[in-house]
């Protein structure tokens, strides 16, 4: 088993950044591919950015392109989202996966085994 618990998480004003980290414990994640996905009230939770496990590839939904960057420490057993440039549209429940299959890219919630409980992420105009 994986536990997964992001923090990092807060209220920020439109164009500032936050540093969200994802910790994880049980086992090493070395192995896995991870990912960030995003969940506004109302909405389905919809993908944000996924890396592989050695860190060597990475992927982003296009409304985060240029803005969020992903990356990992095997070492601390931890996934980092850099966010830059914050809008308003970006505010939601921020969640780390983890995939067991770490050589893949995934963009869809079902191919991930283990999930982070969340961290809030507020933008304001």
């Known amino acids: 088993q994986v536990q997964l618990v992001e923090s990092g998480g807060g209220l920020v004003q439109a164009g500032g950044s936050l540093r969200l980290s994802c910790a994880a414990s049980?086992?090493?994640?070395?192995?896995?591919?991870l990912g960030w996905f995003r969940q506004a009230p109302g909405k389905e939770r919809e993908f944000v950015a996924a890396?592989?496990?050695?860190?060597?590839?990475?992927y982003y939904a296009d409304s985060v392109k240029g803005r969020f960057t992903i990356s990992r420490d095997n070492a601390k057993n931890t996934v980092y989202l850099q966010m830059n440039s914050l809008k308003p549209e970006d505010t939601a429940v921020y969640l780390c996966?983890?995939?067991?299959?770490?050589?893949?890219?995934?963009?869809?919630?079902?191919?991930?085994?283990?999930w982070g409980q969340g961290t809030q992420v507020t933008v304001s105009s």
């Open positions: 890396i592989t496990l050695s860190g060597a590839r990475t």
């Open positions: 049980g086992r090493t994640i070395s192995s896995y591919a």
């Open positions: 996966a983890a995939a067991r299959l770490g050589t893949a890219i995934f963009t869809i919630v079902g191919r991930y085994d283990y």
